[in-house]
């Protein structure tokens, strides 16, 4: 025959069992919260990845070496010389300079896997049209690579958005080609 002891029995295995239940619900939560936060910074980074811009990544990687594959299939490997949001420098050699339109960048090889903060507002004025007409007035000889045609000669007028270029050893009044900026590939120095 069973007799009450007096001592009144605890549910769930007593005191030492709820202290383990309430510490596997902190972790639990301590977990989910680990887990909220990890999220959000994960989307946080897409998004900040959202806003990168190609220029961003090409100035970032100034001083490195890179190939080029521009949207007319030719391959230009150089060292990143310099960048702005319209166009990227490229030192393929110490003497020679290759002038690329970011628009006509289709893929780069050896880019930097981050970003340099956005241009600020004199890297933004520096244009395409900024660096074409340097060459025009340092008189460079070049060769335009454009969408169909490559020409040598000197940059002679720089437009809004293009330039004439006379032919390298034309007669004086022989007719120059125009370039719409849109239309270029590259441009090489050198």
Excluded: K
Excluded at 2 to 26: I, Q
Excluded at 108 to 130: D, K, M, N
Excluded at 167 to 176: C, F, I, K, L, N
């Amino acid at each position: 025959m069973n007799r009450p002891t007096g001592r009144v029995r605890a549910p769930y295995g007593g005191g030492v069992r709820w202290e383990s239940l309430f510490a596997d619900l902190e972790a639990g939560l301590a977990a989910a919260a680990a887990q909220d936060l990890r999220d959000e910074v994960a989307e946080l980074t897409r998004a900040e990845r959202a806003q990168v811009r190609l220029a961003d990544r090409l100035r970032a990687s100034r001083g490195a070496p890179a190939r080029f594959v521009l949207r007319d299939g030719q391959s230009v490997d150089g060292v990143v010389v310099d960048a702005a949001p319209q166009w990227v420098l490229l030192a393929p050699d110490a003497v020679r300079r290759a002038l690329v339109p970011v628009g006509a960048v289709t893929a780069v090889v050896g880019l930097a896997p981050h970003a340099a903060p956005s241009a600020g507002e004199v890297e933004r004025r520096l244009t395409l049209g900024h660096t074409l007409r340097a060459l025009a007035r340092d008189r460079v000889s070049v060769r335009v690579d454009a969408d169909g045609v490559s020409v040598s000669g000197r940059l002679e007028r720089v437009g809004a958005d293009h330039v004439d270029v006379t032919p390298a050893h034309a007669q004086r009044g022989t007719p120059g080609w125009t370039f719409a900026f849109d239309a270029l590939v590259v441009v090489r120095s050198g």
